[in-house]
């Protein structure tokens, strides 16, 4: 009797499989993000706040505060230190994010005022305070440093601009929207209350960002600092960067089900949520555009301002400080990658709270309309950033590639030497401008 043979595998199949699965592994936290949106949308009661697991206190401090223990563990002291006195830095981000986005967004606003959006009646008045609103608050807490980690760029300066941003912007967040709310007589039944009505929600923030940012960033410096050999073996063997990653899904999912637990979104006019959902994709790829080029500009543009300001007749004459303070420099791609997924992030850590404290007064309704913008920009922007994440790794390695091309070519330079003086002969034998 002929031995029975075994199912023989198809080589086609088994490399379409690993390709199927190796597609899946690269791109998992696209996939999360999808799977949060559903869930968010056919079960928004679980993860909304006040839901079943009530995600305001389990994810929105929980998950966030294991974020920021795992990078306050993962970074050195020496680190935050240097990207906390880093004062160009500061200023790019926090005058982007909070200086110019604002004016561009009320330029953008009034021409849709303009152009009769309102008046059409295709676009719903609500949706324009909560652009503004949108562009007046701070950057996120959470997603951004994870972004800027997987696409290699320094997390420390993500974290500290997370820390002054949201500092800052929960008191300057309030002025900036009464100072940038359109006058018009559309949005008089609009108008925010008085800013007496905000300190539930300063205490609110506050409170969040000492909890869930501070406490844990401290404690996962002290661990470092405390039991630095066991705490690096505990961060590889368990993985627990990886960990950053999965809580920001369960962000997303929380955000997601935020948004549609409220019912705006589908009691709005179509309309509306769909020129919101375009305007956030156009507005937030402009926003990083414009973060990339401050942070990283070209080299002709750098060599022409410096010529007429730093280096001109007048600038030669300022004092050191104010000297170094105009010249236009080129940032390190690392800090540029965090410059530009902090500079043209939002946050509803304090957009949504902000929101509800301003307009008080208003019914529930017109206050989730409200919020609808805010939650639509903070959930697109985590899902282009993840694609953004492949086009910076890319970027940032390819600087490293020449790099190190350059230091094996010096390296050759260096053996040839050695030879060439070993060996006379062969020096004699060639020109003065041959290589070796």
Not at 8 to 30: C, E, F, H, Q
Not at 225 to 250: D, G, H
Not at 401 to 414: G, L
């Amino acid at each position: 009797m002929g031995e029975v043979q075994g199912p023989v595998s198809d080589p086609k199949a088994t490399s379409i499989l690993r390709r199927g699965l190796g597609i899946i592994l690269d791109n998992w936290l696209v996939i999360g993000f999808g799977l949060a949106a559903v869930l968010g949308y056919f079960f928004p009661h679980v993860a909304a706040r006040g839901g079943i697991i009530k995600s305001e206190y389990s994810i929105l401090y929980g998950g966030i505060g294991v974020i920021f223990l795992i990078n306050g563990a993962q970074l050195s002291p020496e680190k935050l230190k240097e990207h906390a006195t880093n004062w160009r830095l500061h200023i790019v981000v926090q005058g982007i994010n909070l200086i110019l986005i604002p004016v561009i967004q009320i330029i953008l606003v009034r021409i849709i005022i303009a152009a009769g959006g309102i008046t059409s009646g295709n676009i719903e008045p609500s949706i324009l305070v909560g652009m503004v609103v949108v562009s007046c608050i701070p950057t996120t807490i959470a997603s951004n440093v994870v972004m800027t980690k997987n696409a290699g760029g320094d997390e420390a300066a993500a974290i500290i601009e997370v820390v002054i941003g949201n500092v800052v912007g929960s008191f300057l967040s309030p002025f900036l929207i009464y100072a940038f709310l359109p006058g018009d007589s559309v949005f008089d039944s609009l108008r925010p209350a008085t800013p007496k009505t905000l300190g539930p929600m300063y205490v609110s923030v506050l409170k969040q960002l000492g909890l869930s940012v501070l406490l844990p960033l401290a404690i996962g410096q002290g661990l470092r600092w405390a039991f630095p050999k066991q705490t690096v073996w505990v961060l590889r063997t368990f993985y627990l960067a990886k960990l950053c990653s999965v809580i920001l899904v369960l962000v997303a999912w929380s955000t997601f089900s935020g948004a549609f637990e409220t019912g705006a979104l589908t009691s709005l006019p179509k309309s509306s949520v769909i020129f919101n959902v375009f305007i956030n994709v156009a507005e937030y790829l402009l926003f990083t555009v414009i973060c990339y080029y401050i942070a990283f500009p070209p080299r002709p543009v750098v060599r022409v301002v410096n010529v007429y300001i730093a280096d001109s007749r007048i600038g030669s004459r300022l004092p050191g400080v104010v000297r170094r303070a105009v010249t236009v420099k080129r940032m390190p791609r690392e800090l540029v990658v965090a410059v530009c997924f902090c500079g043209a992030a939002k946050t509803t850590s304090v957009g949504i709270p902000l929101a509800a404290a301003m307009w008080s007064q208003l019914d529930n309704f017109t206050i989730s309309s409200i919020q609808v913008p805010v939650l639509l920009y903070t959930v697109e922007q985590v899902f282009i950033a993840q694609f953004l994440t492949i086009f910076f790794k890319w970027w940032v390695q390819r600087s490293r590639k020449p790099a190190t091309d350059v230091e094996c070519s010096e390296a050759d330079d260096i053996d040839g030497n050695e030879q060439a003086i070993t060996s006379p002969v062969l020096t004699a034998s060639r020109r003065p401008d041959d290589k070796l």
